[in-house]
C-alpha cells in the first residue's frame, strides 16, 4: 500500500497552502511583527543619539527628541579627555588580539581536526570544558600570574591574556571537519606537507567561518571592561569601556557626557562591522564550499 494512503484505504491528509485571503493575511501578520521587532530594536539606538544630544538636565526627561539640541556634549569628550588615546588603545589590542587569535586559532583547530596524535580528543574535551567556565572566576588567578611575569600596567597584559578562546578553536575544529577530505588526499599525493595543506587549502576555504570569528573577537575586545580595568593603571593604557566608566565617578549624574561618549565609541565598531560583513558575503562567495 502506498504511504499516500491511510489505514482505512482513503488518501493521506496533505495540509493545503494557503491561497488568496488566507496568504495575504499571513504575510501582513510577518511584515507588521518584522516591523515592530525592527522598531523595538532600533529604539534603543535612537534613544542613545538623541539623548546625546540633549543639555544636561534635559537627559532624563523621558522625551525621545529633544527640544534643544547640543554639541557640546561631543565638543567636551572629544577635546576635554583623552578620549583619542581611549578609542586608540582599545583599537590597537582588539585588533591584535583578533590577528593573533584567528592565527593560532585555526592551526590548533586544523590539528585537532585532522592530525592524528596521541591525546587529541581529551586535549580537545580539556578544551572545550573551559567554555564552561565563566570569566570573573579566573580574574583573581589571572591577575596573579600577569603580576609574576611582570606584564601588569603594560599592552601585554591587554593582549596576551585575551588570545586564547575556546569557541573560537572548537567553531573552526567543527568548520574543518565538514571540508572533504579529498581535498587534503590530493595535495598530499601532490608532496604537500601539513604546513602547505593549511595554507594553500585550508586558510582560503576558511575565510568565511575567519571573517564571521574576526567581528566576533574584536566586538568582544572592544568591549573588554573588566580584565583591562584589573590590569591596568596608567591613563596611557587606558581603554573606551574604561574611559567611558570613569565619567560616572568623576562627574556623577552627567550622564550627558557618558552618552556622548558611547555614541563616539559604536560609531567605530559600526564601520568595521559592515567592512567586514561585505568581506564576509565575498568569501562565501568565492570560498568554493557549497
Same mark, same amino acid.
Given at each position: 500500500?502506498?504511504?499516500?494512503?491511510?489505514?482505512?484505504? %482513503?488518501? @493521506?491528509?496533505?495540509?493545503?497552502?494557503?491561497?488568496?485571503?488566507?496568504?495575504?493575511?499571513?504575510?501582513?501578520?510577518?511584515?507588521?511583527?518584522? #516591523?515592530?521587532?525592527?522598531?523595538?530594536?532600533?529604539?534603543?539606538?535612537?534613544?542613545?543619539?538623541?539623548?546625546?544630544?540633549?543639555?544636561?538636565?534635559?537627559?532624563?526627561? %523621558?522625551?525621545?527628541?529633544?527640544?534643544?539640541?547640543?554639541?557640546?556634549?561631543?565638543?567636551?569628550?572629544?577635546?576635554? #579627555?583623552?578620549?583619542?588615546?581611549?578609542?586608540? $588603545?582599545?583599537?590597537?589590542?582588539?585588533? &591584535? +588580539?583578533?590577528?593573533?587569535?584567528?592565527?593560532?586559532?585555526?592551526?590548533?583547530?586544523?590539528?585537532? @581536526?585532522?592530525?592524528?596524535?596521541?591525546?587529541?580528543?581529551?586535549?580537545?574535551?580539556?578544551?572545550?570544558?573551559?567554555?564552561?567556565?565563566?570569566?570573573?572566576?579566573?580574574?583573581?588567578?589571572?591577575?596573579?600570574?600577569?603580576?609574576?611575569?611582570?606584564?601588569?600596567?603594560?599592552?601585554?597584559?591587554?593582549? &596576551?591574556?585575551?588570545?586564547?578562546?575556546?569557541? %573560537?578553536?572548537?567553531?573552526?575544529?567543527?568548520?574543518?571537519?565538514?571540508?572533504?577530505?579529498?581535498?587534503?588526499? @590530493?595535495?598530499?599525493?601532490?608532496?604537500? %606537507?601539513?604546513?602547505? &595543506?593549511?595554507?594553500?587549502? &585550508?586558510?582560503?576555504?576558511?575565510?568565511?567561518?575567519?571573517?564571521?570569528?574576526?567581528?566576533?573577537?574584536?566586538?568582544?575586545?572592544? $568591549?573588554?571592561?573588566?580584565?583591562?580595568? #584589573?590590569?591596568?593603571?596608567?591613563?596611557?593604557?587606558?581603554? =573606551?569601556?574604561?574611559?567611558?566608566?570613569?565619567?560616572? =565617578?568623576?562627574?556623577?549624574? $552627567?550622564? $550627558?557626557? +557618558?552618552?556622548?561618549?558611547?555614541?563616539?565609541?559604536?560609531?567605530?565598531?559600526?564601520?568595521?562591522?559592515?567592512?567586514?560583513?561585505?568581506?564576509?558575503?565575498?568569501?562565501?562567495?568565492?570560498?568554493?564550499?557549497?
Amino acid at each position: 500500500m502506498s504511504s499516500d494512503t491511510l489505514a482505512g484505504g %482513503g488518501p @493521506a491528509a496533505r495540509p493545503t497552502p494557503l491561497r488568496g485571503p488566507g496568504r495575504r493575511r499571513a504575510r501582513a501578520g510577518l511584515t507588521v511583527l518584522a #516591523v515592530v521587532l525592527s522598531v523595538l530594536s532600533i529604539f534603543p539606538v535612537l534613544w542613545l543619539i538623541t539623548s546625546a544630544l540633549k543639555p544636561r538636565e534635559a537627559v532624563t526627561d %523621558g522625551k525621545l527628541l529633544p527640544d534643544d539640541v547640543t554639541w557640546e556634549n561631543f565638543r567636551y569628550v572629544l577635546t576635554e #579627555v583623552a578620549f583619542d588615546r581611549w578609542l586608540w $588603545n582599545s583599537f590597537f589590542t582588539a585588533a &591584535i +588580539i583578533t590577528v593573533l587569535a584567528l592565527f593560532f586559532h585555526s592551526m590548533a583547530a586544523y590539528a585537532l @581536526a585532522r592530525l592524528r596524535f596521541p591525546g587529541r580528543d581529551g586535549i580537545f574535551v580539556v578544551i572545550f570544558s573551559t567554555l564552561l567556565i565563566t570569566p570573573p572566576v579566573i580574574l583573581i588567578p589571572l591577575f596573579i600570574v600577569v603580576r609574576e611575569m611582570g606584564m601588569l600596567d603594560s599592552y601585554a597584559a591587554l593582549i &596576551i591574556p585575551a588570545i586564547f578562546n575556546a569557541f %573560537g578553536i572548537f567553531l573552526l575544529r567543527q568548520f574543518y571537519l565538514g571540508i572533504p577530505r579529498e581535498l587534503e588526499e @590530493a595535495a598530499i599525493a601532490d608532496g604537500a %606537507g601539513y604546513w602547505r &595543506i593549511y595554507r594553500s587549502i &585550508i586558510l582560503p576555504l576558511s575565510r568565511p567561518i575567519l571573517s564571521a570569528l574576526s567581528v566576533f573577537f574584536f566586538l568582544a575586545n572592544w $568591549n573588554a571592561f573588566a580584565w583591562p580595568l #584589573v590590569a591596568t593603571s596608567s591613563e596611557n593604557l587606558t581603554v =573606551t569601556q574604561v574611559g567611558i566608566a570613569s565619567f560616572t =565617578t568623576q562627574y556623577g549624574s $552627567n550622564w $550627558n557626557y +557618558i552618552l556622548a561618549a558611547a555614541v563616539v565609541a559604536v560609531i567605530p565598531m559600526l564601520m568595521l562591522f559592515l567592512f567586514f560583513q561585505r568581506q564576509m558575503v565575498e568569501s562565501i562567495k568565492t570560498s568554493g564550499l557549497k
